[in-house]
């Protein structure tokens, strides 16, 4: 019973096992209430009457005999017909039962007439201090008509489960029967249909902690199923990138941290070893070391900071911050570099626009890595502008570059982590690790707003940075 198939076939069966005892004694009560049919005793104890009653036996009852030869002849009479035979004058006072119980007793007196006339009688009586009752019919016995021949039986002392027993308990028990083999036969497909869908289910689960992760579950069967299915779906095809982003992130790293490691390793060889013998060489080497301890640096303060996010560590300091300043000051922090690779920064800014409420040096992190990005991939002579504007109670920051443009079948996945645009859009050696548009996204998220690419292969990309202007941010990094 440990299976949800034999619980939900179990369940199933007593259910169907206690509707067919509620439809029992729905049909005992219904039967309960209706008056059990006597009247067909009747007419049988009439037909009875009709029968014995012929000229040798009354004869036999009026011929003038001592009481226990009448006895004796009621008793000869009731044990042939196993009836109970009474003979009464017409007054009702009895003068032989072949019970030998009413002798001396007036009939008529102490039983209950249902019908009563110069032909026939029949009611019930009750024998004093029992409680069986008696249904009788009887006749006058002719020629001279002062005498009742009485024929009784006992009447059934349950008769509605007598009826009951004898005319629909078989025909009940047998539909009983079919309609459990048939509710149990559908209660088992019902069952399967059920824990189909979950063992499918299971089995994929199990695949994916395999490792194959190109596990898919049909989506049919009902609403509840097909949104198990599909939620599992989704997962399925998140975990299969989430390993492929950390498979793609170990052999980044690992080929990012192997070069600067070497130069480092290298050069610092060349000054231990004095192949960097004049004070030239020597400070080139130190200036090298120094260059990718720096990069790795970031590297890793990267990588802090999105483990520090996903923990929900990072708390925003929330103060008023003029977007136009900021803004301004990231353009003016990033000037020299594009006039060095001879790309026009510009900024376009609408006047009025009221503060965000956020953090200042992140909002500056935030915009300052979108304009890296598009400055590393905008070439000599191409153009990098930055438009502010506020559409209802939003600010809209938006960076555009004149650079290669991003494939449209890999512009869906620049804010994953990891995940780093064919290296052919790269204009120079220096290459991240895929964290900067992760960082991002992260940060914008933690303000309350979204982030948005756009590109056009040839004719450059354009990132959208859409922030609340109203005081309704989280006061925490937003949690992945």
């Not at 009983?176 to 083999?181: F, N």
């Not at 898919?216 to 097909?226: C, D, F, K, T």
């Not at 443009?405 to 804010?415: C, N, T």
């Amino acid at each position: 019973m440990g299976s949800i198939r034999s619980r939900l076939l179990a369940s199933y069966t007593l259910v169907i096992l206690a509707c067919l005892a509620v439809v029992s004694v729905a049909v005992l009560l219904f039967l309960l209430r209706r008056s059990f049919p006597e009247q067909q005793m009747y007419l049988d104890l009439a037909a009875k009457s009709q029968a014995v009653l012929f000229r040798p036996v009354a004869d036999e009852l009026l011929r003038k005999q001592p009481p226990e030869r009448l006895a004796a002849a009621l008793q000869r009479i009731a044990d042939t017909q196993q009836l109970r035979v009474i003979l009464a004058e017409s007054s009702g006072r009895v003068i032989g039962d072949s019970e030998d119980a009413l002798t001396g007793h007036n009939l008529l007196e102490e039983a209950q007439l249902s019908r009563q006339t110069a032909e026939v009688i029949q009611g019930s009586f009750r024998p004093a201090g029992t409680w069986q009752r008696w249904l009788f019919v009887g006749r006058p016995i002719p020629p001279s008509h002062t005498y009742w021949f009485i024929v009784s039986r006992r009447a059934p002392r349950l008769p509605v489960f007598q009826l009951f027993g004898e005319n629909m308990l078989s025909p009940l028990v047998q539909a009983g029967l079919l309609g459990l083999v048939l509710s149990v036969l559908l209660a088992w497909l019902i069952s399967r249909s059920v824990a189909r869908p979950i063992q499918q289910t299971a089995a994929a689960a199990r695949a994916i902690a395999d490792g194959d992760y190109d596990q898919q579950l049909p989506l049919s069967g009902p609403a509840e199923v097909r949104e198990l299915a599909s939620s599992f779906n989704q997962m399925a095809r998140q975990v299969k990138a989430s390993q492929q982003a950390q498979r793609d992130f170990v052999a980044n790293v690992s080929h990012d941290l192997k070069t600067p490691l070497t130069s480092i390793q290298g050069f610092s060889q060349a000054i231990l070893d004095g192949t960097a013998a004049d004070r030239e060489e020597t400070q080139r080497a130190a200036g090298i070391i120094h260059d990718e301890a720096d990069r790795m640096r970031r590297m890793v303060d990267d990588l802090l900071l999105l483990a520090r996010m996903d923990a929900g560590q990072l708390q925003l300091a929330r103060q008023p911050v003029d977007l136009v300043e900021l803004l301004a000051g990231c353009v003016a922090s990033l000037e020299p570099r594009a006039r060095q690779g001879g790309v026009t920064l510009q900024v376009d800014a609408v006047a009025g626009i009221p503060p965000l409420n956020g953090d200042g040096d992140r909002l500056a992190q935030l915009f300052t890595n979108l304009l890296d990005n598009a400055l590393k991939h905008t070439p000599s002579g191409g153009r990098v502008a930055v438009t502010l504007e506020q559409q209802h109670r939003e600010a809209i920051v938006a960076i555009t570059d004149t650079g290669p443009g991003i494939p449209a079948e890999q512009l869906e996945r620049v804010f994953e982590r990891f995940y780093r645009v064919d290296s052919s859009r790269a204009r120079s050696q220096t290459k991240g690790v895929g964290l900067g548009l992760a960082i991002c996204k992260e940060l914008v998220e933690a303000h309350g707003g979204r982030i948005a690419a756009e590109s056009v292969v040839g004719v450059g990309s354009k990132f959208s940075v859409y922030l609340p202007l109203a005081d309704s941010a989280p006061t925490l990094a937003h949690r992945r």
